[in-house]
């Protein structure tokens, strides 16, 4: 990190970070080519839970290169500065971790994840239709190092 004193060194902090992002941002990669996409998601703590299709091309990344890196953020917004144009900023708290994806494929651990991916949205649990878990592909990513920064301007 270029400039420690915006490291945010608590754990604590990063996963309150984590938990109050709308949206994570997972990068991953296939033969040398990178792709990122916005995903909603849910976190425990140990790991962050994503849904998606059926077929596509992050399952096709997912299968072909496990390691993934992941960006969320909160509190972000544009400082201005009428007098000069290098004074413009941003004041915000982030996150970037590194972790190993992979499929969830038993009923309670797919409940688990769908859990908290809606606890993370509306704050509470939800009962599945079992109709429908064997038809939804969930993914959990192994958080394996996280890191913090934040830049809080007035």
Known sequence: MNRGEREIG??????????????C????ALDGVPYVIPL????????LYIH?????????????????????????RIIENPRRACGWSFSFESVVGHGTIEEI???????????RIMEHYTGKTWTFDPEVLPKTRL??????TVTGRRNRRP
Not at 15 to 23: G, P, Y
Not at 40 to 47: L, V
Not at 105 to 115: Q, S, T, V
């Open 52 to 76: 998606t299709g059926r077929t596509g091309r992050k399952i096709d990344c997912f299968l072909g290169n496990r390691r993934v890196c992941f960006e969320a953020e909160r509190s972000v």
């Open 139 to 144: 993914w959990r990513i192994a958080v394996d």
């Open 105 to 115: 494929r038993d009923p309670a651990g797919k409940e688990h994840a769908l859990n």
């Open 10 to 23: 608590s754990r604590e902090e990063i996963d309150a970070i984590l938990r109050e992002a709308d949206v």
């Open 25 to 28: 941002r997972l990068a991953m």
């Open 40 to 47: 909603s998601f849910g976190y425990d703590g140990r790991a």
